[in-house]
Each structure stands twice: as structure tokens, then as C-alpha cells.
């Protein structure tokens, strides 16, 4: 079976990397910036910022999603914490994290809105779905780390408690992530699904 980013056009693993890719061709500019606003060393800052690009759907890898994906960024917020938590924490963390979570922050109740208006509650719960485990082991090789992700099942009010207790004094820098990171779902979205006419 295959992990998809977009159903029957676009796999997860082919969407990632070419996100990913994206970035590091025309925004990896950003880190040193970040390293120096932050004081974190800059191979952690890349890291922290290339797993919040790449894994920006990462919410999509649950058996609740087929054909549509409605609310899943809500659920990449906190599975890229958990991330980063994993493998180079550090204070960008949640800003990262923040940074996926809101990649479709255009969109009416998407991103933050579901939790500022509560809609996140009648989202489905998270549950893994196996057959994306080799996609995402394969992205978290080509950034040079490995996942150990927890399987277990995450609730929308999992996903709000942690949300609350974020307490993070350079949130003003996350825009910075987010910006690189809507243009490059967008551009690798339109070259890979119907009707796009860029090339990967």
C-alpha cells in the first residue's frame, strides 16, 4: 500500500522531500539567521527547521485519513515536537512546530483556528498507520536523523494540552519558518499533483 500526501497523485515520501528540497534551494538562508537571533547552534537549528518543513503532513499518516485530510496539520504540530523533543531539542522546538501546525493558517478553521474556535474537538483521533512508517524513516535519513516515533494514539485533546502549555518568549521569529514553508508545500504540491506544471 502506499503513504499519501495527496490520494492517488502525490506519495507523502515524494511531497516531503520535495518540500524539503524547496527549502534548501531557496530559504536555507534562514538558519544561520535563526542560530544567531537564538543562540543555537546552527546544525541544531537546522535540523529543527528541515523536520518541521519536511514533516509539515506528517499528521497525514493516520489510518483516520484516505481522500481527505482535513485537520491534519493539527496533528503534525505536535507529532514534530515529539520530533525534535527525539533527536536535537532545543528552544526552536516549538516554534517549528508551530510552523507546521499553521501551513494552512490561509484557510478558513485550519492550523491555530481549530483550537481558538475549539473545532479541533470533533476532529478523529491520530491513529499510526503503518504503511507510511518506511516514507518517513527514508525523509528522516535524508535530514540526517532517525525516528523513534511513539505509535500510540493521540486525541485532539492531546494535541491542545500540550498546545497550552507552550510557553516560548521568541514565538515573533516563527513567522520566519512559516513562510518558506507555505511557499515550498505550494510550489511541490502544483508540480506533482494534476493540472501542475513545475517539474521534480
Known sequence: ???????????????????????????????????????????????????????????????AYTTSYYGHEFYSGYIVS?????????????????????????????????????????????????????DINEVAKEIGISVNLDRKLITPEDVASWFMKINNEKFYLYPIILGPLMVCDTYTANAHREGGTGTY
Not at 544561520?32 to 541544531?44: A, F, Q, W
Open 82 to 134: 515529539s520530533m525534535i523533543r527525539g533527536c536535537c531539542n532545543s528552544e526552536l522546538r516549538d516554534i517549528a512546530a508551530l510552523s507546521s501546525m499553521s501551513h494552512h493558517q490561509a484557510m478558513v478553521e485550519r492550523g491555530l483556528e481549530l483550537i481558538r474556535s475549539e473545532e479541533y474537538k470533533k476532529l478523529h483521533n491520530f491513529e499510526f498507520n503503518e504503511e507510511c512508517l518506511d
Open 1 to 63: 500500500m502506499t503513504c499519501w500526501a495527496f490520494f492517488g497523485q502525490e506519495t507523502f515520501k515524494d511531497h516531503a522531500l520535495g518540500t524539503l528540497d524547496c527549502f534548501r534551494r531557496n530559504f536555507a538562508y534562514i538558519n544561520p539567521i535563526l542560530s544567531h537571533r537564538t543562540g543555537v547552534e546552527i546544525s541544531t537549528v537546522k535540523k529543527n527547521i528541515e523536520i518541521a518543513v519536511a514533516f509539515h503532513d506528517v499528521g497525514k499518516a493516520s489510518k
